[in-house]
């Protein structure tokens, strides 16, 4: 059990769903909040400790402070060059299908324009054998 687990609030237990095939199976747990905690075994409790409200809580206050202090302070070519790297790194992610967080785009400025310098594409274990197989 991580630490995140015992900090996290305990949430009652809707339903439990079991996911995967023989040999390789888990159950996800729906809890009250809506979140989905996924564990290899069925709990044999009521209630478990939602890992995702506790990210989501020391997360939040963060997130609210990033998205007014950028927009707050950008000019119109900020912005134009800020929603064109949005825009290269969804279709980036679309392209590999991963999430948006997992593609990270480095650029600058030169002679007044915005060039890209590269862009990373952070894959899951997951994501590497979804790929690899043809």
């Known amino acids: 059990m991580t630490t995140e687990h015992r900090k996290a609030p305990r949430k009652k237990v809707i339903s439990v769903k079991r996911v995967g095939e023989w040999g390789n199976v888990s159950y996800e747990h729906l809890l009250s909040c809506g979140h989905v905690e996924t564990r290899p075994r069925k709990a044999s409790t009521d209630s478990l400790a939602c890992a995702w409200c506790f990210k989501s809580k020391n997360l939040g206050k963060e997130l609210l402070q990033l998205g007014s202090s950028t927009s707050a302070y950008m000019d119109d070519d900020e912005s134009s060059g800020e929603s064109m790297i949005n825009d290269i790194r969804?279709?980036?992610?679309?392209?590999?299908?991963?999430?948006l967080e997992a593609v990270d785009v480095v650029s600058s400025i030169e002679n007044y324009e915005l060039k890209i310098k590269y862009a990373t594409v952070f894959l899951s274990s997951i994501d590497v054998g979804r790929i690899t197989k043809t």
């Open 90 to 99: 969804a279709s980036i992610a679309a392209r590999f299908n991963v999430s």
